[in-house]
T-cell receptor
Framework: DQQVKQNSPSLSVQEGRISILNCDYT??????FLWYKKYPAEGPTFLIS?????DKNEDGRFTVFLNKSAKHLSLHIVPSQPGDSAVYFC??????????FGAGTTVTVRA | DAEITQSPRHKITETGRQVTLACHQT?????MFWYRQDLGHGLRLIHY???????NKGEVSDGYSVSRSNTEDLPLTLESAASSQTSVYFC???????????FGPGTRLLVL
């Protein structure tokens, strides 16, 4: 039973516009959430994270929002750039160093 | 620079053969993990270790084993390879008090 779900397998966005990726989770023990970015033939690379004590975290063009009551988080990329084309994975941890991953969302940024 | 490496990067093997995938990290991280990536499933945890001589089963551990004899290495062994184990395998590590995992480049395994 997948505890972290990314219901949109793909997202296409025009360069310069906002990309919004969504993630839902079911395990109420999760208290730390991460986004990873993955290019083909490479390992996932850490992008941004958020603790359950916060509802927003920003790092440059990337912002993650957490809604604990809805068990939902989202990643906003503004503005989207061609180099952002990749697969994005949402992950969650219950303070035990293990990560549960979503199935991923493939983002394509159109010129 | 500290890093995490995996070898081989690509492997073709036959059903029933034993295969070992290597993972080596130079961060001196206590925690190491093995995942497999399959379309539609994201990354699923196979085995993990919190330190030397510690190993634990993840959600998809059947047919796999690991051993941890030192801090730097966590080899993953497929005891008798099956076609269902064709996948991309990623190793990751993280230090104490840190939830962010750092991933290796992956090993693409094809079982014929």
């Amino acid at each position: 039973d997948q505890q972290v779900k990314q219901n949109s397998p793909s997202l296409s966005v025009q360069e310069g516009r906002i990309s919004i990726l969504n993630c839902d989770y079911t395990n109420s023990m999760f208290d730390y959430f991460l986004w990873y970015k993955k290019y083909p033939a490479e390992g996932p690379t850490f992008l941004i994270s958020i603790s359950s004590i916060k509802d927003k975290n920003e790092d440059g063009r990337f912002t993650v929002f957490l809604n604990k009551s809805a068990k939902h988080l989202s990643l906003h990329i503004v503005p989207s750039q061609p180099g952002d084309s990749a697969v994005y994975f949402c992950a969650a941890s219950a303070n035990d160093y293990k990560l549960s991953f979503g199935a991923g969302t493939t983002v394509t940024v159109r010129a | 620079d500290a890093e995490i490496t995996q070898s081989p990067r690509h492997k073709i093997t036959e059903t029933g053969r034993q295969v070992t995938l290597a993972c080596h990290q130079t961060w001196n991280h206590n925690n190491m993990f093995w995942y497999r990536q399959d379309l539609g499933h994201g990354l699923r945890l196979i085995h993990y270790s919190y330190g030397v001589h510690d190993t634990n089963k993840g959600e998809v551990s059947d047919g796999y084993s690991v051993s941890r004899s030192n801090t730097e290495d966590l080899p993953l062994t497929l005891e008798s390879a099956a076609s269902s184990q064709t996948s991309v395998y990623f190793c990751a590590s993280t230090g104490t008090l840190q939830e962010t995992q750092y991933f290796g480049p992956g090993t693409r395994l094809l079982v014929l």
